[in-house]
């Protein structure tokens, strides 16, 4: 290696568009800016403790600007989480520790969400030089007012609903389309806003299923013979009183079914899942993506450690990774978009609007 300063990077959690943009502007800044050898773990947190890794050189960094997923591939590896099962339980971060030293690292790069995060921050406090850089269609990491991938999924979503839409005319039906976004209504709203749903529900807005029906019902009367609504994965149901198996219905499911019973109209849900994080990022995913990325590798070379680049609203700037382990930043109740939301007649299943 001889005095070449190194830098490892990985990928962990669900994958998201722009991950690979973001790995190419972090590797070409450290190489070329910078003069830093670059590698690349495998699978996440996974790869660092089985020390599995490839070099990234400006070969391996070309060509992957549209590429979806991770070139690198991802896990959900939380190594300080033991498990009886495991090989390697509770010296997973001191194998890491290890590993790090062995390769010669001078910084560990995590990309990831708020799992990812947190981890990068305990590893950060035990003495690895560590930077955070925020992903996900969730866009529900703290301390950041955006994450890569979110663009992405909303466009993917947005598109979706466009679709349901003709098809809900066609047959005059109400379309319940749930959407991703873990615990946070981001996505929803977003992608709600964006296709024109009429009724969107969010974990952050505590919802009545009379008044969604009575809104429903309402559109009927007034010769709107179809409705869009649009439910956030995360919604929180009413605690299950029979099989267990039951409290495994997705929120889009269980929200169809209320409809069809209080409302007596065709009712039909789809359930989006995955493809709303496959495949080639958004061009704003792509410029959000690789401006990160040469921010942290920026970051790096000031000796920045401990922190997560993030943006306060178009500005880069960093944050501490102790600021925002452990926490996730859901929809304010007063967010902008919601009141723009309602005044364009959008229900959020708390009250009628207009
Ligand atoms: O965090 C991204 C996300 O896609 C969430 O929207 C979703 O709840 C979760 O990951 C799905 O996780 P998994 O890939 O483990 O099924």
Known sequence: MGTRKRIGILTAGGDCPGLNAAIRGIGKTALLKYGYGVIGFSSGYLGLIRNEYKIL????????????????GTSREKPFKSSEYDQYVKEKPEIIVENYKELGLDCLVCIGGNGTQKTAWRLSKMGLNVVGVPKTIDNDVWGTDLTFGFDSAVAVAAEA???????????????????????????????????????????????????????????MELGKPYSIVVVAEGLKLPPKKKSKKERTVPAGAYIANQIRKRTGQETR???????????????????????????TAEMIHRGEFGRMAAYKGYELVSVPLQEVAGKVKT????????????????????????
């Not at 992957?64 to 991770?70: E, N, Q, V």
């Not at 849900?269 to 959000?288: F, K, M, N, W």
């Not at 929809?331 to 207009?354: K, M, N, Q, W, Y």
Request: proline share 5%; with cysteine; charged share 20%.
């Open 57 to 72: 050189d400006e070969r391996a960094l070309s060509g992957i600007l549209t590429l979806g997923g991770t070139i690198l």
């Open 269 to 295: 849900e789809t359930i989006l899942g995955y493809i709303q994080r496959g495949g080639s990022p958004t061009a704003r995913d792509r410029v959000v993506a690789s401006e990160l990325g040469a921010f």
């Open 331 to 354: 929809v304010p109740e007063h967010h902008p978009l919601i009141a723009h939301a309602r005044s364009l007649d959008t229900c959020f299943g708390d009250s009628i609007p207009h």
């Open 161 to 219: 609903i466009d679709r349901l839409h003709s098809t809900a005319n066609s047959h005059k039906r109400i379309m319940v389309v749930e959407v991703m976004g873990h615990n946070a209504g981001w996505l929803a709203l977003h992608a709600g806003v964006a296709g024109g749903g009429d009724v969107i529900l969010i974990p952050e807005i505590p919802y009545d299923l009379d008044v969604v029906t009575q809104y429903l019902q309402h559109r």
